[in-house]
Every structure is written in structure tokens, then in C-alpha cells.
């Protein structure tokens, strides 16, 4: 966490962090998960110097978004993640889907 920063997202920052480790993330890379979060977090509220683009225009936060754009890559979320999707909003004919199909019905 940079220095000054308020109690609010040094909570914030330990909470991520220890539910990063929960979840079998090493630690140096549930630092890394909870400081980018964080960071953004300032960006948003104007709490940071500077701030990216992506990270004032984006209209989902990140603990809004709650991973969804994580392992995107480039093939995009995975079928699974696609069919669970699919499944939240009730389309029919889900199951028999492929990848692509999966895509489409969702609006991706």
C-alpha cells in the first residue's frame, strides 16, 4: 500500500489479501491481487494521483465484477463460465451448446 493511504483500503488491502491466500494464491501474488484492486479503487474515487483510463471509465469496480474478466486471455471465457452464464439468465437449449454458440446466446 503506498504510504498515507487511509485506514479504509488498508482494510480493504488485508481483506483481499488473506481471501487471495484462502483461496491457495501464493502470497506474493495476493499482494499483488490486492494492491492492483486497491489501487483501482483509489483511481475511481480520486484518492490517487493518477489514475488509466480503464480505470475511471470502466462502469463496473472490481469487487463489483467479482473476477469476470479473470483468465480471459485470448479465447475469452471459458465454456463453462459461458454455460454458467447462460444458466443465470434461463436460455434454453444451454446444455447442448457449444463454445460459440454459448457466446451468442449470452451477447458476448
Known amino acids: 500500500m503506498p504510504a498515507g493511504s487511509s485506514p479504509k483500503r488498508e482494510r480493504q488491502y488485508e481483506h483481499i489479501k488473506e481471501g487471495a491466500e484462502k483461496r491457495g494464491t501464493s502470497e506474493g501474488r495476493a499482494k499483488e491481487i490486492a494492491s492492483r484492486t486497491v489501487n483501482k479503487e ?36 471459458t465454456r463453462d463460465q459461458l454455460y454458467a452464464e447462460a444458466k443465470k439468465k434461463n436460455v434454453e437449449g444451454r446444455s447442448s451448446m457449444n463454445k460459440e454458440q454459448l457466446r451468442k446466446a449470452v451477447g458476448r
Open 42 to 77: 483509489r483511481a475511481r474515487s480520486g484518492e490517487a494521483r493518477s489514475a488509466s483510463r480503464t480505470s475511471t471509465r470502466d462502469p463496473k469496480s472490481a469487487s463489483q465484477r467479482g473476477g469476470e474478466r479473470s483468465h480471459r486471455g485470448s479465447q475469452g471465457p
